[in-house]
């Protein structure tokens, strides 16, 4: 019961994610360190932190079973593998919003698995 509700509030905050991303795409710089220098890179920001964020959020809630929430928290877990790799690589080890990013997608990565 309770790891079903924590698999909900993974999809519920990938969901937000992307609905930030999709309405407000100025703000995905301060959590990002992305920085668009015109309307082709709002697009992409609107379109891959909003839209697929939404869609891989969105999907389980409809269809429900658990290799849906488990796909979502593979998705999770091979961004924070590609995240360590490079912040060892990039050496941005120090940035806290890369520390941050990195508990999020491991946490949801698990629950989503479970």
């Known amino acids: 019961m309770i790891l079903q509700v924590l698999k909900i509030i993974g999809c519920i905050g990938t969901i937000g994610t992307g609905l930030l991303a999709a309405v407000r795409p100025s703000v995905v710089p301060g959590f990002t360190g992305l920085k668009t220098t015109g309307p082709r890179g709002v697009t992409e920001i609107r379109s891959i932190f909003g839209g697929l964020f939404i869609g891989v959020g969105v999907f389980p809630l409809i269809v429900g079973?658990?290799?849906?929430?488990?796909?979502?928290?593979?998705m999770y877990l091979a961004i924070a593998a590609a995240r360590v790799i490079s912040m060892v690589v990039d050496g941005s080890l120090k940035e806290s919003s890369?520390?941050?990013?990195?508990?999020?997608?491991?946490?949801?990565?698990?629950?989503?698995v479970l």
């Open 98 to 112: 890369n520390v941050i990013s990195l508990v999020v997608e491991i946490v949801f990565g698990v629950i989503l």
């Open 65 to 74: 079973t658990p290799a849906t929430y488990q796909m979502l928290g593979v």
